[in-house]
């Protein structure tokens, strides 16, 4: 990669302020002139649309995290101005599980919506082979690259001291979570542990955690929101890391988790996973509290020589520079075409 900034000009549009999206952010002000853009509240600011034209026009290239109402405006706009788009795609925006109420794709709008952006973006990027195929479901004129998500591994790290006997789990803490990142197993299965300490660690956004607090037995702890300094720090106390979800589309918790050498404990069902993980941890069936728990038990007793190997595997797949290599090389072509 040059060290020094390439021609071209990027518009980054994105909603939300996700570690993972602001580090893409950063890592395109590397390589190229960026300008951004957050959409969060266009709905309440209709005139932000006069920004996304603006920027749009000033572009070579713009790229929009997500497929949504920003990726649909931005296509659409880069067809009109001969501009070229690119889209990172996973998540919600590619799924329809109508059983646990997660996907924008029931919605028959929405799900047009989604085919427009998918095969008239130049390029598409899924953060997963998973999401990949789910971009592939939709569509198969989609021009695709899959460009997995990445950890900082020179923050997030093993800590000095020795690992504690503490079960973890990373989600914002909703209605809509409950059944999707398997919070009902979670403390179902500390009930089935009760000398074991389980925390779940989130925002709470709304008043779902009283319900979960209900529901909880005496050996779970809710923390609520904590920094990025104090998540590191829970990391590398906690011996093992749940994630029992029913989907995912990547999983980004599980390979901060892993880079603190935390042993995961996943859903078969959420099948990203097995991309993340592979033969690091343990997998239990969706739901199964009994299996959940044996996993749970054996993962405690993981010898501390054995855990390097989930860092090893964050390393060497998901790591920042990697990633950095792959956008940088995505984006310069697609900038060329521009060119």
């Known amino acids: 990669?040059?060290?020094?900034?390439?021609?071209?000009?990027?518009?980054?549009?994105?909603?939300?302020?996700?570690?993972?999206?602001?580090?893409?952010?950063?890592?395109?002000?590397?390589?190229?002139?960026?300008?951004?853009?957050?959409?969060r509240t266009y709905r309440r600011n209709p005139f932000i649309?006069?920004?996304?034209?603006?920027?749009a026009l000033w572009a070579d290239v713009v790229l929009s995290w997500f497929v949504s109402t920003n990726a649909f405006l931005i296509v659409l706009f880069s067809k009109i101005f001969r501009k070229k788009s690119i889209i990172v795609a996973g998540g919600g925006g590619v799924a329809n599980v109508p059983e646990i109420g997660y996907g924008e794709l029931s919605n028959p709008i929405y799900a047009l919506r989604a085919k427009f952006v998918l095969e008239n973006a130049d390029e598409i990027l899924p953060f997963s082979k998973f999401a990949a195929e789910q971009v592939?479901?939709?569509?198969?004129?989609?021009?695709?690259?899959?460009?997995?998500?990445?950890?900082?591994?020179?923050?997030?790290?093993?800590?000095?001291?020795?690992?504690?006997?503490?079960?973890?789990?990373?989600?914002?803490?909703?209605?809509?979570?409950?059944a999707r990142k398997g919070l009902r197993t979670f403390l179902e299965s500390a009930r089935l542990l009760p000398k074991i300490k389980f925390i779940l660690i989130g925002p709470h956004k709304d008043n779902s955690i009283d319900y979960l607090r209900k529901i909880s037995p005496s050996n779970v702890e809710f923390t609520g929101y904590v920094?990025?300094?104090?998540?590191?720090?829970?990391?590398?106390?906690?011996?093992?890391?749940?994630?029992?979800s029913y989907q995912e589309g990547f999983g980004v918790a599980v390979i901060e988790a892993m880079a603190c050498e935390c042993v995961?404990?996943?859903?078969?069902?959420?099948?990203?996973?097995?991309?993340?993980?592979?033969?690091?941890?343990?997998?239990?069936?969706?739901?199964?509290v009994k299996a959940t728990r044996e996993a749970i038990r054996i993962a405690l007793s993981v010898s501390a020589d054995s855990r390097p190997k989930t860092r090893k595997r964050v390393k060497e797949l998901f790591s920042i520079k990697k990633r950095e290599k792959q956008l940088w090389e995505s984006i310069s072509r697609v900038v060329s075409m521009r060119m």
């Open 136 to 178: 592939l479901n939709i569509t198969k004129k989609a021009c695709i690259n899959v460009i997995p998500l990445a950890c900082d591994t020179e923050r997030f790290k093993p800590g000095r001291e020795k690992k504690e006997n503490i079960v973890l789990t990373v989600c914002q803490v909703k209605e809509g979570n409950i």
């Open 49 to 55: 649309i006069f920004k996304l034209i603006r920027g």
């Open 227 to 244: 920094s990025e300094k104090e998540l590191i720090r829970w990391y590398q106390r906690a011996k093992v890391y749940c994630q029992l």
């Open 1 to 39: 990669m040059p060290e020094k900034k390439e021609k071209g000009r990027i518009l980054f549009v994105y909603r939300g302020v996700s570690p993972f999206i602001i580090r893409d952010l950063n890592i395109l002000k590397g390589h190229f002139k960026v300008k951004s853009l957050s959409l």
């Open 264 to 288: 995961p404990v996943v859903s078969l069902k959420a099948v990203v996973l097995r991309e993340t993980v592979n033969d690091c941890g343990f997998y239990v069936p969706y739901g199964d």
